[in-house]
């Protein structure tokens, strides 16, 4: 388990339930997970699991899907309701695979591995999934010192965007403040802006601290971040302001931005607001392939993407309050 996955467990279950009929399956589970430090709990038999769920706290079930008493998505069904916060994985043979897309594509299972695995693989896949029970059990609890430690974590993946997160806050509320908003959509703002890169957990370091461009397939990676945060933010009951900035933010005002390609005022405000924030703070801040812009640099370079990445209205004001901020931090 790497450093990053260590700290986002600590004081947290790092339990995994595996459920499959075949007792050498479990035994060669039981070896692969003997040298890490995730407690893994074995049982060949769906009734026991789903007791399981109610006495122990598992923050991953890994159920193999063709089994005699009860099928996998059947018992990863049920235990959505014992335990709707227990991420569920279903592990199925290749002739399974449309009914394990199916599962997935019915927001039962998050992810499905398949026979025979790969060891590294299965290991990675379960701390995926405990990162992602953490991500949950964390915005659900919903109090400002959660959430901003929740954000501080997930900006130690990359030591380039330390602070990043609070100072986006800060500059998108300055705009907030200016359009006079109500104050509910002004503190989910600050928090949107805590939490907007949030589903970069899930995100290699490697890719996130490359110097240099990325490659196709990298970027590729990259683009999936907002969807999968914003749908862990969905799940936790977040405000829609909170999961439109996660899911929003990488938007271009002419429509070529992602994961969606919505367009102008299609685009949630409180999104083309820390949108606005975050590309500042990126053009401020030192970044592995460059160092950090002057004020007046990223306002000419920001200036530049009035109307085609940027709102030209919000563009117009931030712009304004930041004037008097230039060449100093806020």
């Not at 829609?240 to 102008?264: A, C, M, Q, S, W």
């Not at 085609?308 to 563009?315: I, M, Q």
Request: net charge negative; glycine share 6%.
């Amino acid at each position: 388990m790497n450093d990053l996955s260590s700290l986002v467990l600590q004081n947290n279950p790092n339990t995994v339930l595996f459920v499959d009929d075949d007792q050498h399956i479990l035994s060669a589970i039981k070896r692969i997970f003997s040298s890490t430090d995730i407690k893994v709990f074995l049982t060949d038999k769906p009734r026991d699991a789903l007791a399981m769920l109610n006495e122990e706290d598992i923050a991953v079930l890994v159920s193999d899907n063709c089994m005699p008493d009860m099928t996998g998505i059947e018992l990863l069904t049920l235990a959505k309701e014992l335990s709707p916060d227990t991420v569920k994985i279903l592990m199925t043979a290749y002739a399974d695979l449309p009914t394990a897309i199916n599962a997935i594509n019915a927001g039962e299972v998050f992810k499905f591995i398949t026979k025979p695995w790969e060891n590294e693989h299965l290991i990675n896949v379960v701390e995926e999934g405990m990162r992602r029970h953490h991500i949950t059990q964390t915005m659900r609890k919903g109090d400002e010192g959660n959430l901003l430690s929740l954000a501080q974590t997930i900006e130690l993946k990359d030591p380039y965007t330390r602070g990043h997160c609070d100072r986006v806050a800060r500059h998108a509320l300055l705009v907030a403040e200016a359009l006079d908003l109500p104050q509910g959509i002004k503190t989910n703002i600050k928090y949107g802006s805590w939490l907007h890169d949030c589903g970069k957990i899930g995100v290699p370091e490697a890719i996130l601290n490359k110097p240099g461009s990325l490659e196709e397939e990298e970027m590729e990676i990259i683009k999936k971040h907002p969807a999968w945060g914003a749908d862990v933010a969905r799940f936790s009951c977040r405000s829609d302001t909170i999961v439109n900035i996660i899911l929003y933010h990488h938007e271009r005002f002419d429509g070529t931005g992602y994961p969606t390609g919505k367009k102008g005022k299609d685009i949630p405000i409180e999104a083309r607001i820390v949108s606005i924030a975050d590309i500042f703070d990126a053009l401020t801040s030192n970044r592995p392939y460059r160092e950090a812009f002057s004020f007046q640099k990223a306002f000419d370079i920001m200036s530049s993407m009035r109307g085609t990445a940027l709102d030209p209205e919000l563009l117009d004001i931030f712009l304004k309050l930041m004037e008097p901020q230039e060449e100093k931090r806020i």
